[in-house]
């Protein structure tokens, strides 16, 4: 867009038919053009040696040309295979910051006959501008994507790491998966823009993370807890806040893990927190984890009815809930946006094979 600002705006400015912005990649010794004012065209590649585009690579020259077909300089082959008749001719470098040559200005066809000095001096103005700005432009590209690589990279190892929590409890496998899917739907429910429902499915996925400093003879026994057990057994909140607070690539990412055992009414543990006291992000999870917890077999349990967990849900509206976040899984749950019987069917058969 900013190429093809330039080139418009230029072609404007010098009262010429056509402007073309070639940019200079040095790495393969090419110049390559996206746009082409007046001419519909793909990316256009050429050696940085050839031509006039080229010339002025190679020696940041100035080439101000007024018959172009009387100039040896000058390759017609374009002209033959558009139809297009080139006749006069401004070609100029643009420089960056430190003046070096990052492309060329190529402005065709002034509409009253030729490129004067001071056309020359007007696109040397607009240059010294364009270099600064494309080469922002092209810095902020690379950033993109190499930031885009990383997020590439990032979502794969939180993955990763989410699995090997569920794979040390074969029975709760897939809790951390489903947990990011429900608090991901309640938060679009909710209204959560893109960049905070980002955070919020990455935290929900490690909000268990904790549980890798619970020894397995707490994680999986199967009879009732002692009072000591218990008490351990809670302390994975506060060791998952520890793990991820250090996480600094994604922001507040521990308030999931330290806070998702809160209640709305100040009753949860370990900090007492009550209503909006608690994160957002840690209200939607916790209603989404005790959802989970409900819904799925336990290592000292199974699943439960789901009229039970619907009863659940309302009972703990205001208490363990925040009633607002309670409404929305209820509004999931009835209009089938969460489809609890394709889900138990799913686990049936899962079940069934192992």
Do not use: W
């Given at each position: 867009m900013l190429i093809k600002t330039i080139a418009e705006e230029t072609k404007t400015a010098l009262n010429a038919d056509r402007c073309t912005i070639f940019m200079y990649d040095k790495e393969n010794n090419e110049l390559y053009s996206k746009v082409a004012t007046g001419l519909d065209t793909k990316e256009l590649r050429i050696p940085a040696d050839k031509g006039l585009a080229g010339h002025v690579v190679?020696?940041?020259?100035?080439?101000?040309?007024?018959?172009?077909?009387?100039?040896?300089?000058?390759?017609?082959?374009?002209?033959?295979?558009?139809?297009?008749?080139?006749?006069?001719?401004?070609?100029?470098?643009?420089?960056?910051?430190?003046?070096?040559?990052?492309?060329?200005?190529?402005?065709?066809?002034?509409?009253?006959?030729?490129?004067?000095?001071?056309?020359?001096?007007?696109?040397?103005?607009?240059?010294?501008?364009?270099?600064?700005?494309?080469?922002?432009?092209?810095?902020?590209?690379?950033?993109?994507?190499?930031?885009?690589?990383?997020?590439?990279?990032?979502?794969?190892?939180?993955?990763?790491?989410?699995?090997?929590?569920?794979?040390?409890?074969?029975?709760?496998?897939?809790?951390?998966?489903?947990?990011?899917?429900?608090?991901?739907?309640?938060?679009?429910?909710?209204?959560?823009?893109?960049?905070?429902?980002?955070?919020?499915?990455?935290?929900?996925?490690?909000?268990?993370?904790?549980k890798i400093g619970i020894p397995d003879r707490i994680l999986n026994k199967p009879e009732r807890l002692t009072d000591e057990e218990y008490k351990e057994m809670k302390s994975h909140v506060v060791k998952g806040g520890e793990i991820l607070k250090s996480f600094t690539l994604i922001d507040n990412i521990e308030e999931g893990a330290l806070y998702h055992h809160e209640r709305y009414d100040g009753k949860g543990y370990v900090h007492g927190l009550k209503g909006e006291e608690i994160p957002l992000n840690a209200r939607i999870i916790g209603i989404a984890d005790a959802f989970d917890a409900m819904t799925a077999n336990r290592v000292y349990r199974k699943k439960l009815d789901m009229d039970f967990v619907l009863g659940e849900l309302k009972k703990g509206r205001g208490t363990q809930f925040d009633p607002q976040l309670t409404d929305i899984m209820l509004h999931l749950i009835e209009t089938g946006q969460i489809d609890m019987q394709r889900l138990y069917d799913n686990a049936n058969v899962k079940e069934e094979e192992e």
């Open positions: 190679q020696t940041g020259e100035t080439i101000n040309i007024k018959d172009a077909y009387n100039d040896k300089r000058f390759n017609p082959n374009v002209d033959k295979k558009t139809g297009y008749r080139t006749k006069t001719i401004l070609c100029m470098p643009i420089k960056n910051f430190n003046q070096e040559i990052i492309g060329v200005f190529q402005v065709l066809n002034k509409f009253d006959e030729y490129f004067t000095p001071d056309d020359e001096d007007l696109l040397i103005a607009i240059a010294s501008s364009a270099g600064i700005s494309l080469e922002n432009a092209q810095l902020f590209e690379r950033q993109r994507k190499l930031l885009e690589e990383q997020k590439v990279v990032l979502d794969s190892f939180i993955e990763t790491l989410a699995t090997s929590i569920d794979a040390r409890d074969k029975i709760t496998s897939g809790h951390s998966s489903r947990v990011k899917m429900y608090s991901s739907l309640i938060a679009q429910e909710f209204g959560m823009e893109k960049n905070d429902l980002y955070i919020l499915e990455k935290a929900a996925a490690l909000h268990d993370i904790g």
